[in-house]
């Protein structure tokens, strides 16, 4: 789980919209925002981590309610994967969910 801010381009609809990154993974996102291009769209995602920059190109893998969706990265440079593999170690794990969290 991450819940960071992060800023989504879609070229279509101008300058980029600011969303919430709920979660993050190696192949992809999911995000919260009132903005989100429809679902097979590609756009990016810019996240600032630490004082280091993740970039990345995806497309809209599906949307749900309360303005989330899921972005799958498509493009991603060599550097934004050190970066993301970096942030991806320091994150709280999330129990699949339906899993109870064992405590």
Known sequence: MYGGDGELSHPPAGRG????????????????????????????????????????????????????AGLKFTSVTDHSLETLRELCANLRLEPPAGTPAPF
Do not use: H, M, Y
């Open 17 to 68: 919209a600011e969303v919430i990154v709920i979660s993050i993974g190696l192949g992809g996102c999911r995000l919260q925002g009132p903005k989100i291009p429809q679902q097979g769209e590609t756009c990016g995602i810019k996240i600032d981590w630490r004082g280091r920059e993740f970039e990345a190109l995806g497309q809209v893998a599906w949307k749900g309610k309360d303005n989330t």
